[in-house]
């Protein structure tokens, strides 16, 4: 097959990028093959860094040679030279067996200069990366590789016209890549048979969370919410109620209970304010406090923002101090106000997608979880039990048996009675642990969790 044959069938096929940004995997090809330039780069980014997501670890560590393959029918159709893989050095085993299966490719003819005793010559060199979420965006990971600080640039220039050392360079997640033999050697219209719309093939997403089954699965586009939850993953643990579902990781977004049979595709997920992003999908029960979840998401993207803009360097900060202040029930709806248009601005304004990612957590759960925020700021109380400020412990007195159970694991000496007698706790000097609950005999079940109204 001539190059532009390669490109024209995986056009067919209908990949997309695999690694978030969702974008025609053909038509990314036939820009940076048409960019003038003898000397063009390949790269696989491999710097999978949302949190429970080891879609791409599984990949590397189990068959890195469907990556080397994928690379080498990508730098066919592209002309490149040169090759990359940018995979984080949390990945031990993966960049082990990564090196192992490019010697084996070298010793094979595979990889080096007139592979195959053809006229083509391609390289492959692994960078391993520091950990850097920012170094998941494309212009970051090439600026690392470069030896720089991974820092996002603005675009255009883009990567297929100038990217590494100013060469035209494409960038494909590791998935994409291991897709791409099967595509050719049974092609493009077999594996689009897959899928609906503009959403072709499978999709590997990593499932976890509140459900039976947690674990890596692969399942054709177009699958709903419902079959991936209760077939899949075989419902939800202690049969408790499904309150929604995070996807996309922590640039996703999160869908209630309502939307579980929606149909995961790229188009679809961002209509509800969501995104496909890398596959990993999380799902929450009735005991999950929304409001803390986009809390704890938004401190991940915070703390990894690399600071080079404005809107993502003070706006998710602003955004942060917003949130805690309502999951310790000071806040008020002000607050909340302030919150959603600091939100937008940051999502409108930032360099890159972790900028612009970082507020769909927060404006999803606004839109669809609007009570649970009026809760924590209008009656200050949390719905679920899980905002520290917000509840209190305590001991009924009528179940109480005064075995002196809780008493013993209270780490600050809070709880007070004598043996066989009802205990008390100290609510000003509890630290709300929780140890006194989970001591507490199942029989007895004195040990209460309530909102702090309780008292």
């Given at each position: 097959?001539?190059?532009?044959?390669?490109?024209?069938?995986?056009?067919?096929?209908?990949?997309?990028?695999?690694?978030?940004?969702?974008f025609p995997t053909g038509l990314k090809w036939e820009f940076c093959r048409r960019s003038p330039g003898l000397e063009k780069y390949l790269i696989c980014n491999a710097d999978e860094g949302d949190p429970g997501a080891f879609m791409d670890r599984s990949i590397l560590e189990g068959d890195p040679h469907a990556v080397i393959e994928g690379m080498l029918i990508a730098a066919r159709a592209i002309g490149c030279t040169r090759g990359f893989i940018y995979c984080r050095?949390?990945?031990?085993?993966?960049?082990k067996r990564l090196q192992l299966a490019i010697d084996q490719a070298e010793e094979l003819g595979l990889l080096g200069d007139h592979v195959l005793g053809s006229d083509m010559s391609f390289d492959i060199t692994i960078k391993e990366g520091a950990g850097a979420f920012v170094c998941g965006e494309e212009t970051a990971l090439m600026a690392s590789i470069e030896g720089k600080r991974g820092m996002p640039r603005a675009r255009p220039p883009f990567p297929a016209n100038s990217g590494l050392w100013g060469k035209p360079t494409n960038i494909n997640n590791v998935e994409t890549l291991a897709n791409l033999s099967s595509i050719i050697n049974n092609g493009g219209s077999w594996y689009s048979a897959w899928g609906i719309g503009r959403s072709r093939g499978t999709k590997t997403l990593s499932l976890a969370g509140a459900v039976r089954r947690t674990g890596l699965i692969e399942v054709p586009l177009g699958i709903t919410l419902r079959e991936i939850i209760y077939g899949i993953g075989g419902g939800i643990s202690g049969d408790k109620a499904?309150?929604?579902?995070?996807?996309?990781?922590?640039?996703?977004?999160?869908?209630?209970?309502?939307?579980?049979?929606?149909?995961?595709?790229?188009?679809?997920?961002?209509?509800?304010?969501?995104?496909?992003?890398s596959g990993s999908m999380i799902v929450i029960d009735e005991d999950t406090c929304v409001v803390d979840?986009?809390?704890?998401?938004?401190?991940?993207?915070?703390?990894?923002?690399?600071?080079?803009?404005?809107p993502c360097r003070i706006g998710t900060r602003q955004m942060l101090a917003s949130l805690e202040k309502i999951t310790r029930g000071l806040g008020d709806m002000t607050d909340l106000v302030r919150l959603e248009r600091i939100a937008n601005v940051v999502r409108s304004g930032s360099l890159c997608g972790l900028g612009a990612g970082a507020p769909n957590p927060v404006l999803t759960?606004?839109?669809?979880?609007?009570?649970?925020y009026e809760a924590h700021i209008l009656q200050k109380r949390c719905p679920a039990l899980v905002c520290r400020e917000l509840i209190s412990y305590f001991i009924d007195e009528l179940?109480?048996?005064?075995?002196?159970?809780?008493l013993e694991s209270c780490p600050v000496d809070a709880i007070s009675g004598e043996k066989g007698a009802v205990h008390v706790i100290d609510q000003s000097a509890c630290i709300k642990c929780g140890a006194c609950l989970e001591v507490c005999p199942e029989k007895f079940s004195a040990v209460v969790k309530g909102p702090v109204q309780c008292i």
């Open positions: 097959m001539s190059p532009e044959e390669v490109i024209e069938e995986v056009k067919t096929s209908g990949l997309r990028g695999r690694g978030g940004a969702g050095a949390e990945y031990p085993l993966a960049l499904c309150k929604g579902i995070l996807t996309g990781g922590p640039s996703g977004g999160c869908l209630p209970a309502a939307f579980l049979d929606l149909p995961v595709d790229y188009e679809s997920l961002t209509e509800k304010g969501s995104i496909m992003g979840t986009a809390r704890f998401f938004l401190s991940f993207t915070q703390s990894e923002s690399c600071g080079k803009c404005t759960t606004i839109k669809y979880f609007y009570e649970e179940k109480c048996q005064g075995c002196g159970l809780c």
